[in-house]
């Protein structure tokens, strides 16, 4: 059973609209991961936070914000979100070694 | 940008055992090899990890060359539930580990 748990599963909304993800793990792990996934099913990472410090940030357009209030959640939020923000957002942590990850949350933008 | 190519697929049947390749030429001192699965739906499960020579557990096994820029994943037995796309990633820590991901090898399974 996954450790890293994501809502909502699936979110369809208009170009324009906000959306927010939610991201939280019950592995204690310190560092955690918004990645993104297109249709060619290519994973990129976009943030990385470590005990609620970003360390990592991607060039990703300025309307993607990561949020994060303890170093168990970490949400990501979509100003006026594009039809190229379509993809299936996984959310991940990690010890240091050993990256688990959340079943995802598939956004499409009608 | 990976870090890391690989086959963009391959096919075998049930029962084969199944090498999947992996070059990763600038891997560096301070980082490991990893193996991920991902199946549709699913996020990307950890299979298996090195840093040299050659690594086993109860679902493959990992040999890595002696200048670590080539790794391969063994799969024996393969059953229809190993179809999946199959990631192979380096990384090491940075003052946090940035995971990267390439675009994988897709393992299609026949009966």
């Known amino acids: 059973e996954t450790a890293v748990f994501q809502t909502p599963n699936y979110h369809v909304t208009q170009v324009g609209n906000e959306v927010s993800f939610n991201c939280k793990q019950t592995l204690g792990h310190d560092t955690m991961y918004w990645y993104k996934q297109d249709s060619k099913k290519l994973l990129k990472i976009m943030f990385s936070?470590?005990?609620?410090?970003?360390?990592v940030n991607e060039t990703v357009p300025r309307r993607f914000s990561p949020q994060s209030s303890d170093k168990a959640h970490l949400n990501l939020r979509i100003k006026s979100v594009e039809p190229e923000d379509s993809a299936v957002y996984l959310c991940?942590?990690?010890?240091?070694?050993?990256?688990?990850f959340g079943k995802g949350t598939r956004l499409t933008v009608v | 940008l990976a870090k890391t190519t690989q086959p963009p697929s391959m096919e075998a049947y049930e029962g084969q055992e199944v090498n999947v390749s992996c070059s990763h030429t600038n891997i560096a001192t301070s980082e490991y090899i990893y193996w991920y699965r991902q199946v549709p739906h699913q996020g990307p499960q950890f299979i298996i990890q090195g840093y040299k020579d050659y690594v086993v557990n109860e679902v493959a096994s990992l040999f890595i060359s002696a200048d670590r820029k080539l790794s391969t994943l063994s799969l024996p037995w393969v059953s229809l539930r190993d179809a999946a796309v199959y990631y192979c990633i380096v990384t090491g820590w940075t003052g946090g580990y940035k995971v990267v991901f390439g675009s994988g090898t897709r393992l299609l399974v026949s009966p």
């Open positions: 936070y470590n005990n609620k410090q970003l360390i």
């Open positions: 991940a942590s990690s010890s240091g070694t050993e990256v688990f």
